[in-house]
């Protein structure tokens, strides 16, 4: 395949939903202007549209939102329960979808825009890990360098990486490793620790309610441990949901002291209920963490942000029921503190535990690491980036620099106008940026902007030698 006549190319680095919410909404902009367009779609496994939030097989695996507000097209809020009804799925908008459905859904939404867009503008998917972005100037097109060799010339670059890798594995002696898992979203992941044996979870967020759900489900006697340093589980979603409460806060700059005062004191006003106060708040969160400073933003990370987490991103109440079942029972058991050594051991792993709930040494089959996002400078491929002065991590390294328009700010803070990103990346600069909402949101912004920038003149394309690089579809697909 070769490049579409005249058309520009758009390389979208991260193929899960951010990267094909980009891709749609590329498709749909591209068509109203007229712009021919070719995106290349770059995801490491292969899940496109799916990436690791919903490629799970699992059914029990639910989203975490209603599916009232989880449509892939924020222009119409109905799109994905017409196309569950579609398919065979009685829901309703308060229900709460498996993520596998809502993957073949987010598949169905990108198929459709390539079906609608055509002729002139279309994508294509590539498997691969992106290594390096190189660039000749400024204002000149990227290069997309991949793990395999292949090179992907584009006339702007769009991060979809997702959320960085987990923190750092725990001390692990000679013969440990076999039996640790250190992304259990990777491919084939939990397949691997399906032998009935204790799992001991680093942590107790989302990732550890589903490996809970998933393990003892395959194995009912199998005991799961969940261990993380204040034992926090993640609130469960009430049914009715409760209307949005608006919190009255002063206007200017603000205090993190006098914002969690505010917030205790609606929540108070709202007779104790919280759901209603932390919806209210949600959308406002990018405008008021904007407007804390440097040293406050990392004040509530330390102190405060775990708390907002399991209150922010609830769980569904059929998933919250089998938690509890499964405490009720034993088979989960809530630990605070933290993995401090695994080694070989009866059944697997001896790991050492110490903290508040210290327990000394427990024997398990499996030790996966659940943890959050660590530093976005332990990624490979942003830390490349940041050594060539492509691109600035965050003041809080929870991801990467930009300006309100979604343009990476490189070395020197001067906006990149062929590199953008969105969603998780963003962290660091509105804090409320993983969830659906959020970055269908951001890529309807994003996409005018990418199609004005390579429509409005692009310089030449890079050479090597005597000739030019070939297309993005081209060169991925014949390596």
């Given amino acids: 395949m070769g490049r579409v006549s005249g058309s520009s190319?758009?390389?979208?680095?991260?193929?899960?939903?951010?990267?094909?919410?980009?891709?749609?909404?590329?498709?749909?902009?591209?068509?109203?202007?007229?712009?021919?367009?070719?995106?290349?779609?770059?995801?490491?496994?292969?899940?496109?549209?799916?990436?690791?939030?919903?490629?799970?097989?699992?059914?029990?695996?639910?989203?975490?939102?209603?599916a009232d507000r989880m449509s892939a097209l924020e222009d119409d809020p109905g799109h994905l329960l017409r196309w569950a009804r579609e398919n065979g799925l009685e829901a309703t908008g308060s229900d709460f979808l498996p993520r596998e459905a809502y993957g073949?859904?987010?598949?169905?939404?990108?198929?459709?825009?390539?079906?609608?867009?055509?002729?002139?503008?279309?994508?294509?998917?590539?498997?691969?890990?992106?290594?390096?972005?190189?660039?000749?100037?400024?204002?000149?097109?990227?290069?997309?360098?991949?793990?395999?060799?292949?090179?992907?010339?584009?006339d702007a670059v769009v991060l979809a990486t997702g959320n960085p890798a987990t923190a750092a594995r725990p001390p692990l002696a000679?013969?440990?490793?076999?039996?640790?898992?250190?992304?259990?979203?990777?491919?084939?992941?939990?397949?691997?620790?399906?032998?009935?044996?204790?799992?001991?979870?680093?942590?107790?967020?989302?990732?550890?309610?589903?490996?809970?759900?998933?393990?003892?489900?395959?194995?009912?006697?199998?005991?799961?441990?969940?261990?993380s340093r204040r034992g926090l589980l993640p609130r469960r979603h009430r049914c009715p949901f409760p209307p949005p409460v608006d919190v009255p806060l002063a206007d200017g700059p603000l205090r993190l002291a006098g914002l969690l005062r505010d917030v205790r004191a609606a929540v108070r006003d709202n007779g104790g209920d919280w759901r209603g106060v932390v919806d209210g708040l949600r959308p406002r969160v990018p405008d008021l963490w904007a407007r804390l400073s440097v040293d406050d933003q990392r004040r509530f990370l330390n102190l405060a942000a775990r708390y907002w987490e399991v209150h922010r991103h609830r769980i569904p109440p059929a998933t919250a029921s089998r938690v509890a079942e499964l405490r009720a029972t034993g088979r989960l058991r809530v630990l605070r503190g933290q993995v401090s050594a695994a080694a070989p051991g009866p059944g697997g792993l001896a790991v050492r535990v110490g903290g508040?709930?210290?327990?000394?040494?427990?024997?398990?089959?499996?030790?996966?690491?659940?943890?959050?996002?660590?530093?976005?400078?332990?990624?490979?491929?942003?830390?490349?980036l940041f050594a060539d002065g492509l691109a600035r991590p965050d003041p809080l390294r929870l991801g990467l620099d930009a300006d309100a328009g979604g343009s990476v700010l490189d070395a020197s803070g001067r906006p990149n106008p062929r590199i953008f990103t969105l969603g998780p990346p963003l962290r660091g600069k509105r804090y409320e940026t993983t969830a659906i909402p959020e970055i269908r949101a951001q890529a309807a912004a994003l996409a005018p902007r990418l199609v004005e920038v390579i429509a409005s003149g692009a310089p030449a394309p890079l050479e090597r030698g005597d000739g030019r690089y070939p297309s993005a579809a081209s060169r991925a697909l014949l390596g």
């Fill in 356 to 384: 508040e709930d210290a327990v000394g040494e427990l024997h398990v089959g499996w030790l996966v690491n659940g943890t959050g996002p660590a530093s976005v400078t332990r990624d490979p491929f942003l830390a490349r």
């Fill in 104 to 154: 073949r859904y987010l598949r169905h939404v990108l198929e459709t825009a390539q079906a609608q867009a055509s002729p002139g503008r279309r994508v294509t998917r590539v498997t691969g890990t992106v290594r390096a972005l190189t660039q000749r100037g400024h204002d000149r097109p990227v290069r997309v360098r991949l793990a395999d060799g292949r090179e992907i010339d584009a």
């Fill in 9 to 66: 190319t758009v390389a979208v680095v991260g193929g899960g939903a951010s990267g094909a919410l980009t891709a749609v909404h590329l498709l749909r902009r591209a068509r109203t202007c007229g712009t021919a367009l070719e995106v290349a779609l770059i995801d490491q496994h292969g899940r496109h549209a799916t990436g690791q939030a919903y490629s799970t097989t699992d059914p029990h695996h639910l989203l975490n939102a209603r």
């Fill in 174 to 227: 000679d013969g440990a490793e076999t039996r640790y898992v250190a992304d259990p979203w990777a491919p084939g992941a939990l397949a691997g620790i399906g032998d009935g044996a204790a799992v001991l979870v680093m942590g107790t967020g989302l990732t550890m309610v589903d490996i809970a759900v998933t393990v003892t489900r395959a194995f009912p006697e199998t005991t799961v441990y969940a261990v």
